[in-house]
């Protein structure tokens, strides 16, 4: 699907793995890079989940298959050498099919693939010479013992003339940095992914009514996200009416919508691993109160400054404090905090109403890949960095200090945002998101 999606567009390289494995070799250096695919894991008794392959890996091959190793190499060639599960007719009867040896060679570009057995003998060979090993440290225990194994073999091979690595190297630094700058096949898998989920929220809006389920909203996006061919949220879905859009992860979807309450839905389909990250919340009964929109209006002006704020040079903190300053503003003013915005930030009395952050990058990972400070000073953005914008307010149910109109009110409004030299540009425009669109559409499917 990605090859399909990037002839389809403009003058984006065919072969976008390709590109990333040759832009990651010029990284690497001398050393050497060992991934693993990801193993299959269990859901109850013999029964599997899903098999999701692991991100850097799938970002540098596309193959998505349990057990598969990369061994990517910068300091000799072959450079890309694959190791998979064997073709096996009895196996692939069982469990789906296999790319083997051949597939990684005809089908993934592999320069030399060996049947997974051989890792154990061929790992020391592949990083004799190489002046670091790249892995992820610490991720798969198996992974570490046999890098470790084959650096020990090396060591006491030296008299021979091989030559262990000296340093080992977290990878997830170098693929996160890589993974920073979306190039145009991760844009297209996004853009595709937001789309998508654009149509679902939407439809999710059409239906709600007071009496409806929130699972039964649940299944329109996920049946609305697997219809056009994404493979499954990129998150568990979030449906909360009424309280429930308190809990910040609330997941059991399980409760009634009603008549004057809000409900808050934060939804997103993956397409390649992409996902798209999008929250909107509106009323039930498709008119907001008084008090629930004078709460929405803050959020929505401190979604709007977080925004503008999304531009080159900028930072995720100038964009969280810009949030914060209009959310305690509006704290006071909707009687929920009696001190001013910076009483409340120093006293970090608003946790009470607000107590996430408001950005996070966004990618092949919901909570993508990427550093978010360098030196232990904010990243500054740059164009082609994907992030969201997601300021709320959460009022208790049982808060008596609150307004009791606000009580049991929880609201988030979450765009993903594109960092550009011209702008930033809202990769979720196409969600409503004023009062007026909301009330309009809510409830008219
Ligand atoms: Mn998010």
Same mark, same amino acid.
């Given at each position: ?99 083997? @040896?051949? +597939? ?5 570009? $592999?320069? *030399?693939?060996?049947? !997974? &057995? %051989? /890792? =154990? ?14 892995? @992820?440290? +610490? ?5 570490? $013992?046999? *890098?470790?194994?084959? !650096? &020990? %073999? /090396? =060591? ?290």
């Amino acid at each position: 699907m990605l090859r399909e999606m990037l002839l389809a567009g403009s003058d984006a390289p065919a072969d976008i793995c390709a590109v990333r494995r040759e832009r990651l070799q010029r990284r690497l250096g001398r050393g050497a890079l060992v991934l693993y695919g990801g193993e299959s894991r269990v859901r109850s008794a013999d029964t599997e989940y899903r098999f999701r392959p692991d991100s850097d890996f799938y970002y540098l091959t596309g193959l998505a298959e349990p057990g598969a190793v990369l061994v990517l190499r910068g300091h000799a060639a072959p450079h890309f050498v694959l190791f998979v599960r064997p073709r096996d007719r009895s196996a692939e009867i069982w469990n789906g099919r296999r790319t083997g @040896p051949e +597939g990684a060679l005809a089908h993934y570009g $592999a320069d *030399v693939a060996h049947p !997974l &057995d %051989q /890792l =154990r003998e061929q790992l020391p060979r592949l990083l004799d010479g190489a002046d670091e090993v790249v892995l @992820p440290v +610490g991720r798969w225990s198996q992974l570490d $013992a046999m *890098v470790l194994r084959a !650096l &020990d %073999q /090396l =060591r006491r091979r030296n008299r021979w003339g091989e030559t262990p690595p000296e340093v080992l190297r977290d990878s997830r630094v170098m693929l996160g940095e890589d993974r920073m700058v979306k190039d145009a096949g991760a844009l297209a898998c996004l853009r595709r992914a937001i789309d998508i989920s654009a149509d679902a929220h939407l439809a999710a809006m059409a239906m709600t009514r007071p009496g409806v389920k929130e699972y039964e909203i649940e299944a329109r996006l996920e049946y609305e996200f697997r219809r056009r061919g994404a493979a499954a949220p990129g998150y568990g879905s979030i449906v909360g009416s009424g309280d429930n859009a308190t809990i910040l992860h609330y997941v059991d979807n399980a409760g009634t919508l009603r008549d004057g309450e809000l409900l808050l839905i934060d939804a997103g389909a993956e397409v390649e691993l992409f996902t798209a990250d999008i929250t909107r919340t509106f009323p039930v009964s498709g008119r907001f109160t008084p008090a629930q929109k004078a709460m929405y209006e803050v959020v929505a002006t401190a979604n709007a400054a977080g925004i503008a704020k999304a531009t080159v040079g900028s930072d995720i903190d100038a964009i969280h404090m810009t949030c914060l300053r209009i959310l305690c503003e509006g704290m006071r003013e909707l009687g929920l905090l009696a001190a001013d915005p910076d009483t409340a930030i120093e006293s970090e009395a608003y946790k009470r109403y607000y107590m996430h952050r408001t950005s996070h990058w966004l990618g092949a990972d919901v909570h993508d890949a990427g550093q978010y400070t360098l030196e232990r000073t904010p990243r500054p953005l740059q164009p082609g960095y994907v992030l969201t914008i997601e300021p709320g307010l959460y009022v208790a149910a049982d808060d008596a200090e609150a307004p009791a109109e606000l009580r049991g009110c929880g609201i988030r409004i979450e765009d993903d945002v594109l960092v550009r030299e011209s702008g930033p540009e809202v990769l979720t425009a196409r969600v409503p998101k004023t009062v007026d669109e909301l009330e309009a559409l809510v409830g008219r499917g």
